[in-house]
């Protein structure tokens, strides 16, 4: 995933920094940062979205840069982005609110309306396309989010705590509709959830005061787990502990 930052420092009305001087470029296919509250993970995604700007360094993608602003429509075009907080307009149909958010990213009203069916198909909600978006469940709700991001045809999708509220039946649909997404978009995801680490994923990224910890495949991470663990969801939290353990526990 060429989404480059560059010494990016960034820090909310002066105070202390989230991220200072951090550089890293994002893997490619599919990527989950894990970190403490307070780690960096929403500012990094929100960064990498263009929804923020450093107070100093750069972000790119390919020959984009979030600081040009003539080049920020092309680079929102590519880049999509579902924050942890996803706003419904009340009132609107699924494929209304799809078709809304593409032409909000430029897309001709006719074309963003049509794209807008085909986005909700990918999410494998194109049954619902006519049902207002308060009467679908919560879990419904966020992948028509998810359909709002790829109306546009991004090549990169940036999301934050996607899976927050999900039952495990719904974080377990939610990863197979990513799982095929992934065959044509790059993914980048926070969550608290370790538990299908190793079947979801291709690369773990771990954050902690603003810096990365650990950055690498999902093998190379679960290496570092206790030998005690035996399970996927054990071996995860463990490896988790090795770079980040706080008062003797993990602190999400």
């Known amino acids: 995933m060429p989404i480059s930052m560059s010494e990016c420092s960034f820090s909310y009305r002066r105070r202390r920094p989230v991220l200072r001087d951090l550089s890293y470029t994002l893997p490619p296919g599919r990527t989950v940062l894990l ?7 929403s500012t990094l995604l929100g960064l990498c979205a263009s ?3 450093p107070d100093s360094g750069s972000v790119t993608y390919g020959d984009l840069s979030t600081g040009r602003r003539r080049a920020l429509p092309a680079f929102r075009r590519r880049v999509a982005w579902m924050p942890q907080q996803v706003e419904q307009v009340q009132g609107l149909t699924a494929r209304d609110q799809v078709a809304y958010s593409g032409w909000l990213k430029g897309m001709p009203r006719r074309e963003a309306w049509r794209e807008a069916l085909q986005a909700l198909d990918r999410v494998e909600l194109a049954d619902r396309a006519d049902d207002k ?4 469940s919560g879990g419904q709700q966020r992948r028509v989010a998810v359909a709002q991001a790829l109306v546009h045809d991004a090549e990169v999708l940036l999301l934050d705590e996607p899976t927050a509220g999900m039952d495990p039946r719904q974080r377990q649909v939610f990863h197979q509709i990513l799982a095929d997404l992934s065959k044509e978009v790059h993914i980048a995801l926070s969550t608290h959830d370790t538990s299908d680490i190793a079947n979801s994923y291709d690369s773990v990224v771990v954050l902690s005061d603003g810096q990365v910890r650990f950055s690498g495949t999902v093998v190379d991470f679960l290496s570092h787990a206790s030998a005690t663990a035996t399970s996927d969801e054990q071996r995860a939290t463990s490896a988790y502990q090795a770079f980040i353990e706080i008062d003797g526990a993990i602190s999400w």
Do not use: S, T, Y
């Open 51 to 53: 929804a923020l700007r």
């Open 35 to 41: 970190g403490p509250n307070g780690a960096g993970k």
């Open 133 to 136: 978006v308060q009467e679908l």
